[in-house]
């Protein structure tokens, strides 16, 4: 009886130690993201994504979300931190780590999509793309609104422009930045506030969002808008290896809950940036400046050739890359 009573033990303590395994195995999957925890993305986009993997899995996976560069500061190091295994999911945008999404980045050119049907001409386009994802999987991609000139001085020409170094996101942003006459700083968002603040830069280059996630409301005092602008890209990325650990059923299930939460990520961008800009018009001593008709021209006149040089370029050296842009254009 005695021995019979251990063994039983044993059994217990071999079946606790393999439910113990299994929720830990559950657990194990993680969402690096250098954001504040505060960002609007928090509950609605990224703590979103995560019940709907532990939903269309049954909670045979589990997603943990680390924010604030929980597991490494750094925004433009975030491509390396999935890549490695840092992090099994990251955020991240694409432009941060230009080199390695070249044709991805075509999108942001003026003209080749729309911020209200971008997100969804992204996904229809898809197929031109997923050779420079290679090394990781691409989960979900969404797209901002489009981006405006936040300064401490108006910007009503394309002369005010003149000698400004402006924040932008990417080296195509910064291409059309430089075509207006000012000088391109490449900076990751959170760190325009200080950068502002102190006169590292003269103006930033990002979408409306930034009053309120990045807090420019309190860094600039003019918004202006009206030219033809750019539109940025975000992606979640999965380490290759860890998504092809899953099984055929849960790879289908993350593939599902990232392009859902691509379109709601979209939508919450494009209604914080509609938030941001009337909360930015409204505030005392701030101004929003819509260009006249007249002023964008100007800052237009050399939109169509910075495109077509970069497209061009870009082709003779990936082709493909043209094709990709038809396709956008085509939705």
Same mark, same amino acid.
């Given at each position: *009886?005695?021995?019979?009573?251990?063994?039983?033990?044993?059994?217990?303590?071999?079946?606790?130690?393999?439910?113990?395994?299994?929720?830990?195995?559950?657990?194990?999957?993680?969402?690096?993201?250098?954001?504040?925890?505060?960002?609007?993305?928090?509950?609605?986009?990224?703590?979103?994504?995560?019940?709907?993997?532990?939903?269309?899995?049954?909670?045979?996976?589990?997603?943990?979300?680390?924010?604030?560069?929980?597991?490494?500061?750094?925004?433009?190091?975030? /491509?390396?931190?999935?890549?490695?295994?840092?992090?099994?999911?990251?955020?991240?945008?694409?432009?941060?780590?230009?080199?390695?999404?070249?044709?991805?980045?075509? *999108?942001?050119?003026?003209?080749?999509?729309?911020?209200?049907?971008?997100?969804?001409?992204?996904?229809?386009?898809?197929?031109?793309?997923?050779?420079? /994802?290679?090394?990781?999987?691409?989960?979900?991609?969404?797209?901002?609104?489009?981006?405006?000139?936040?300064?401490?001085?108006?910007?009503?020409?394309?002369?005010? *422009?003149?000698?400004?170094?402006?924040?932008?996101?990417?080296?195509?942003?910064?291409?059309?930045?430089?075509?207006?006459?000012?000088?391109?700083?490449?900076?990751?968002?959170?760190?325009?506030?200080?950068?502002?603040?102190?006169?590292?830069?003269?103006?930033?280059?990002?979408?409306?969002?930034?009053?309120?996630?990045?807090?420019?409301?309190?860094?600039?005092? /003019?918004?202006?808008?009206?030219?033809?602008?750019?539109?940025?890209?975000?992606?979640?990325?999965?380490?290759?290896?860890?998504?092809?650990?899953?099984?055929?059923?849960?790879?289908?299930?993350?593939?599902q809950a990232g392009r859902e939460i691509s *379109?709601?990520?979209?939508?919450?961008?494009?209604?914080?940036?509609?938030?941001?800009?009337?909360?930015?018009?409204?505030?005392?001593?701030?101004?929003?400046?819509?260009?006249?008709?007249?002023?964008?021209?100007?800052?237009?006149?050399?939109?169509?050739?910075?495109?077509?040089?970069?497209?061009?370029?870009?082709?003779?050296?990936?082709?493909?890359?043209?094709?990709?842009?038809?396709?956008?254009?085509?939705?």
């Amino acid at each position: *009886m005695k021995h019979t009573r251990n063994f039983k033990r044993i059994l217990g303590g071999v079946a606790l130690a393999a439910i113990a395994a299994t929720t830990t195995m559950a657990s194990d999957l993680r969402l690096a993201n250098f954001l504040s925890p505060n960002h609007p993305y928090e509950q609605p986009v990224f703590k979103a994504f995560a019940s709907r993997v532990a939903e269309l899995t049954n909670n045979s996976l589990s997603v943990e979300v680390f924010s604030g560069g929980e597991l490494g500061a750094g925004p433009v190091e975030q /491509y390396n931190r999935v890549v490695d295994g840092v992090a099994e999911f990251v955020f991240t945008l694409p432009g941060y780590t230009a080199s390695n999404f070249p044709k991805t980045l075509l *999108m942001e050119l003026p003209g080749v999509i729309d911020e209200a049907t971008g997100t969804q001409a992204l996904w229809s386009g898809i197929k031109h793309i997923e050779d420079e /994802y290679r090394r990781t999987k691409l989960v979900a991609i969404w797209t901002n609104g489009q981006n405006v000139l936040y300064s401490k001085k108006p910007i009503n020409s394309i002369e005010d *422009m003149d000698g400004l170094k402006v924040r932008v996101p990417s080296r195509n942003a910064g291409a059309l930045v430089e075509s207006w006459g000012a000088t391109a700083v490449s900076m990751p968002a959170p760190a325009i506030f200080n950068a502002l603040q102190t006169g590292v830069i003269d103006a930033a280059f990002i979408d409306s969002t930034a009053t309120n996630a990045f807090k420019l409301i309190d860094a600039a005092d /003019y918004i202006t808008t009206g030219m033809a602008s750019s539109i940025s890209p975000f992606v979640i990325l999965m380490n290759r290896d860890a998504f092809e650990d899953l099984s055929a059923d849960e790879q289908k299930a993350v593939e599902q809950a990232g392009r859902e939460i691509s *379109m709601t990520a979209n939508t919450v961008q494009l209604a914080g940036a509609k938030a941001g800009l009337e909360k930015f018009a409204a505030a005392k001593g701030k101004q929003v400046i819509t260009l006249s008709a007249e002023a964008a021209a100007k800052f237009d006149a050399n939109v169509g050739d910075v495109v077509q040089n970069i497209v061009s370029a870009l082709e003779a050296d990936k082709p493909g890359a043209q094709a990709f842009v038809d396709a956008l254009r085509a939705n």
